[in-house]
């Protein structure tokens, strides 16, 4: 999995040095650290599962278009989650 993180760049003379690592998602040379966002493991399996429900379904049947819905619901909630970081 990859991930994508933003930081906002404030025009000084200084050198930040940035560890990203397991236990926090990165820790500056401040001290400053943003925790991993742990909720991603568990989003993955709700995916995982609700794509294993869609794929079982009849094609053009109307269970399956509910559980599209179902689907496209929770990846529009993980989407959200991860703009939020």
Request: hydrophobic content about 25%.
């Amino acid at each position: 999995m990859r991930l994508k993180f933003c930081i906002e760049i404030k025009p000084t003379n200084k050198t930040i040095g940035l560890d990203i690592g397991l236990n926090s998602f990165y820790t500056d040379s401040q001290g400053d650290k943003i925790d991993n966002p742990r909720y991603l493991r568990k989003s993955e399996k709700s995916l995982k599962r609700l794509q294993k429900r869609v794929s079982r379904k009849k094609k053009d049947s109307s269970n399956r278009k509910k559980a599209i819905n179902r689907l496209s619901r929770k990846h529009l909630q993980v989407s959200r989650l991860l703009h939020r970081l």
